[in-house]
């Protein structure tokens, strides 16, 4: 699968953010989910959505090799990280999160979770593996 | 405790002090949270000697147990405060994202008392408290002070404001945040004014326990998906709650020049539809809400503003805003109410009461109660320059401003000349969008609700229309239902809308909330909390107004005096035997006294004793 966002139709509900961090760490924290929602208020009034492209920089200068690709996305071997950050300054789109309780960033491993529940459709699988249309 | 934050965070101004407490589990089983946290540590805490702009005053955010959770709009926290507009006790919930990031730092109720010597702001960073210098954004709009907090601190914060109405301690001030979003009823940003903090700006990184969180998972997901499968998800989201302006007006409920009628003929310019059509830019929605109600708009100046040219933003205008600040001031333009919209959320207004203070003080002065020279211009109904000047004069308490910045109520009784006749409020909290000449139901509501002439504690419009709106048969019971419903969902620290406005199933809440909190509670427990909650309120009010009972729960003359002149309604009206009536039988089925007052049987069954001895003690039982 390959996300496609469509921010003008986001609402900005960060439904996304918890099903994320819920479903891959367990936790009732959006503080850990691999995607973000900002606001971009008053003006002009609009949300963007930040979430890894599957670009795969990070994981040419993981020095452990703890980021590999499997299947279509990149995914962190969580116990081979150490934490150095590296991935983390290098990463464009500024989608690899961090969180102080944890050592191994976060970052989009692909499990489709948002695409199924956000209720506007403002991300959909490119590739069709996912088809949830609201 | 699962489902929670944790603590209680208390911040004293006076003395700069910051301290946390474990939340009791007995608070949290007997209250839930939210709007039950509030209502309780206001009724144990405050003296009844309290004023509401005395430093000893509190000011309570509370989330619930509910907010910030994986389900359908968990975001809403409630402010509450012994009320400016009606010295009892008020209360006030808000959306946006401030209730998930109060439980992401660890919070269920942030306790504020004391007053700043010098503006200030507080920040809350998970554990990290601070009152902070607020000199660079006193002065400035509610809007403008939450864009600039946010470019000093980051994003990631969630920041709630005031604006220069609460600086001045308009009576009627509102809380803002998320660009748009208020608690703006029964005057809790004027006591925050009164504090001098300008700002409240949360960022929590914590995770809510929750005792299963596989399940809340599947639940949750099971929610969302219910809501999805809703034909009201399609069809009542475009709208949001401006949808219901054409239904409204149909039925001869929709204020109407200082609800002096029920109709307003300009009501295809200020609907939904124009809405859509006209200003609309995006869906704006709160945290975790499929359907987002909040409608972002664009508009500009009205014509003679000098800002005709300008691009204004603006969220909103929503139901409320437009009955009150368009047929209520006589507005056929939706651009014109977007317009006045935005300069309430600007000034800190609350649009319900500022709409309602405005009409006032047009009929007042049609009326010639009120003349030129001590306005200072012309006021017209339908005149969006008259408004507009209201408004401003208000939120600055400049000129008549400063007479209309204490509410209806005050106004009148200052200004004299009849002018009781045309303020529109009950306990002195104004009336909001529903015209109850022909809705005994909707009058009952607004006669009994806690805060004042509000309509989120029972929305019984519906149900009048449905049962038939000349018989009270029946009406009594539901409103007694519906006020032990709806405020529920401000315990729980969630949105109601969902239920109300696409038919979501209330069985999920009693389902997801043992996964949540590990509690085996039915819908019935949650019921019983929210009916303590109501006596609790209630009690406040006894203990905090001398005299408070029966004579407060009559709404204006108006409304049991004058026959609706036109529309749907015309003739409708209901007297004062017909409200005695209603009041009698509420009374009897609430298990309260004639003068309106909880019983000592009654706050027992509610475990409620202590509240019992308290009004004993007081020989007000
Ligand atoms: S696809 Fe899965 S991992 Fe990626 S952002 Fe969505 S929910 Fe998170
Ligand atoms: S779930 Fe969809 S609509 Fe909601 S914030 Fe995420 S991308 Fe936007
Ligand atoms: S329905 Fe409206 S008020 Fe309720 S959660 Fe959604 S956006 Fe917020």
Redesign the pocket.
Known sequence: MKLR?VED?????????MVCALHNRGEQNPKKSA?R?RGEFPVPGK?H?LVCDQCGKCAEVCPTGAITRKDKAYVIDRDECTGCGLCVDVCDGKTMFTHTSEVAPIKCELCGE?VR????N??VDLDGEIVAPK | MNGYGGKILRIDLSSGHVRTEPVPEELARKFLGGRGFAAKLLYDELDPATEPFSPANMVVFAPGPLSGVFLPGSGKVTLASKSPATGGYGDSNMGGHMASELKYAGYDAVVITGAAAKPGYILIDDDRVEVRDAAKYWGRGAIESERMLLDDLGEDFRVATIGPAGEKLVRFACVSHDFGRQAGRTGIGAVLGSKKVKAIAVRGSKTIPLADPKGVLAKGREMFEACFSKPGFKEWTPYGTAGVTDWVNEVGAFPTRNFQTSFFDGHKEINGQRLKEKILITDK?CFGCPIPCGKYSRTKGFAGSGREKETIYVEGPEYETIALLGGNCGIRDIEDVAYLNHVCDELGLDTISGGNVAAFAIECYERGIIGRDKVGRELRFGDTGSVAYLLEQTARREGIGDVLADGVKAAAAKLGGGSERFAIHVKGLEVSGYEPRWAPAMMLSYMTADIGAHHNRSWAITHDVATGRDTLEGKVDKVIELQHTRPLFDLLGVCRLQWVEIGFDLRYYEEIFPLVTGWKYTWKDLLMASERVWNLTRAFNIKHIEGFGRSYDYPPARFSEEPVPDGPAKGKYIPREKLDSLLDEYYAKRGWSKDGRPTEAGLMRLGLDGVADDLARLGRL
Not at chain 1, 9 to 17: P, W
Not at chain 1, 117 to 120: A, E, N, T, Y
């Open positions: 966002l139709l986001c609402s900005g509900c960060r439904v996304c953010e995607i929602i949300y959505i948002c529940l956000c209720p506007r403002a991300i | 929605g």
